[in-house]
C-alpha cells in the first residue's frame, strides 16, 4: 500500500538539501522567496547544502545525513531538493527507508533525482513528487511566472 504525506499548509517548514551536485546558491537564494512569501511556508535548509566534494554537494555521508535528518525532524513536512545532478544512487543505500516510511513528506524533485524517487518508492513505499528544483534556470522561471500573475 502506498504510504501518502501530508498536505502542506501555510505555516509549515520544509527543508531544502542538495542530494547530488551543489546548487547555484544565487538561484537558490532566488526562489526561496516564492515559497515563504507567496506560499507561506519556512524554508529550512539543510546543513550541508553549501559543501562540495569534487563534482557533489558534500561526501556521501553528509548528503544522506540532510536526507535523513530532514525526514526524521517531526517540524519539517516536506522535503525539497535544490537542484539535480549525478550522485543521488551513491546516497541510496545509506538512507533508512523503514524511518521515511515512518515519517512520510512530500518530497519534491526531478531530474536526476529520480534515482532517489525510485528508491523512495520501492524501499519505503512513500508517494514522492516530480517538480522544478528550487536552484534552476526551469525553477526560477516558474517561480518567477507564477509570483507575476
Known sequence: MAVKPERLKRGDKVGIIAP???????KLKRAIPFFEEAL????VVG??????????AGRDEERASDVMSMFLDPDIKAVFCACGGYGTARIADLLDYEAIKNHPKIFFFFFDITYLHTA???????VTFHGPMLASDIGNKVVHSITKQ
Open 40 to 43: 507561506g511556508l519556512e524554508l
Open 120 to 126: 523512495i518508492r520501492q524501499r519505503a513505499g512513500l
Open 20 to 26: 547530488a551536485s551543489p546548487p547555484d546558491l544565487e
Open 47 to 56: 546543513k550541508n547544502i553549501e559543501n562540495q566534494y569534487g563534482y557533489l
